[in-house]
């Protein structure tokens, strides 16, 4: 009876190590959740808020009065711009890292690519409107001057506009996509986890009841 009693000991204890690892990995995965994924998201909905400053900064340029308070004005664009395109990109690296080395996603954020493209649009559109008004301070000509500053009124409105609509748009969709993909992760976690329970439970009485069975007979 010693052999079969040191089988079930050793069945048990390795199955006891295989739901350590196995909780240890859905934790991690849960980790990475709460950290990496739950981070990116507020960092997304943060951009949100960095492209209206933004967007309020170059409408603050096209509406000032003097040359100096429009120098004043554009020389916190770039820091913004930098700002703006650092947490996309931070987005991605955690993109990256999260769903493809630690959770084995599948799943393609297609939203990320247009969220990508419609920024850089934006900003291109941005870019020219302060151009524009460059060219306007530099201009002698007060009717060139105020056909130039109609030009980056209309564009600032209308072209500019349209794409800052564009790209909260996206955003907002890109957050939504993966807030539910966050949720997905965790549900599978925890649907893993209750099997991962249940299985080790039934096991384990079949374990027990190898062992009394005989015992008993």
């Known amino acids: 009876m010693m052999w079969p009693n040191l089988i079930v000991s050793v069945l048990i204890v390795l199955v006891g190590f295989s739901q350590a690892y196995v909780l240890s990995w859905i934790d991690q995965d849960l980790r990475v959740l709460y950290t990496d994924y739950t981070l990116a998201v507020i960092d997304l909905g943060h951009l949100n808020t960095e492209l209206s400053r933004y967007r309020t900064t170059v409408l603050r340029a096209v509406e000032s009065k003097t040359e100096r308070d429009f120098q004043r004005v554009v020389e916190s664009i770039p820091a913004q711009r930098r700002h703006i ?3 996309v990109d931070r987005f991605v690296t955690v993109l990256d890292r999260a769903t493809v080395d630690k959770l084995h996603r599948k ?19 941005s870019d020219h409107t302060v151009g524009l008004l460059h060219h306007l301070w530099s201009t002698p000509s007060q009717d060139k001057a105020s056909h130039i500053r109609g030009q980056a009124e209309q564009y600032a409105a209308k072209d500019a506009g349209g794409k800052f609509i564009n790209i909260t748009l996206a955003l907002d969709q890109l957050i939504k996509t993966v807030s539910n993909i966050a949720a997905d992760i965790r549900t599978d976690g925890d649907k893993m986890l209750r099997i991962l329970t249940a299985a080790t439970v039934a096991f384990s009485i079949l374990l027990i009841i190898a062992v009394i069975w005989p015992t008993s007979t």
Do not use: C, F, H, W
Request: glycine content about 10%; hydrophobic content about 30%; proline content about 0%.
């Open 107 to 125: 799943e393609e954020l297609t939203e990320l690519g247009e969220v990508r493209g419609k920024l850089a649009s934006y900003l291109t559109a």
């Open 85 to 87: 395109e650092t947490t």
